[in-house]
């Protein structure tokens, strides 16, 4: 929690959020906020295209993809209705980014050309 702290102090700082509880200790601290709510199919077709990583066991590679194709009907932090609520709580800058390709076109915006964030609905 101290390094998640700690970015959040400088100047600018991008946080993973899957954890929502990591996210949620340093809200205060962000300008803006990017949700990456991509659908649980296509997270799940990523995750099977990229395959087994850092040695990873198919055992563990099963309970990835479980984990992801049950986003939105677990319960906790990690949870879309987790996610859901930080972003609707957010008070600053936001937008939520629904696919792979409206992650693709943000990110090749020049950052001089980008619209305010505004809650990005589709």
Request: contains cysteine; neutral net charge; aromatic residues 10%.
């Amino acid at each position: 929690m101290a390094l998640v702290r700690n970015a959040a102090a400088t100047d600018t700082w991008v946080i993973e959020g899957v954890y929502g509880w990591l996210v949620s200790e340093v809200t205060a601290s962000a300008t803006a906020l990017v949700w990456l709510c991509i659908d649980e199919a296509e997270c799940t077709a990523n995750i099977r295209h990229r395959g087994l990583r850092r040695g990873g066991g198919q055992e563990s590679f099963n309970a990835l993809l479980n984990w992801t194709e049950t986003y939105r009907t677990r319960n906790g932090t990690s949870s879309y209705s987790a996610h859901h609520d930080i972003f609707e709580t957010f008070s600053g800058a936001k937008i939520c980014l629904h696919s792979k390709s409206d992650v693709t076109a943000f990110v090749n915006v020049p950052a001089c050309c980008l619209p305010k964030l505004n809650g990005g609905a589709r």
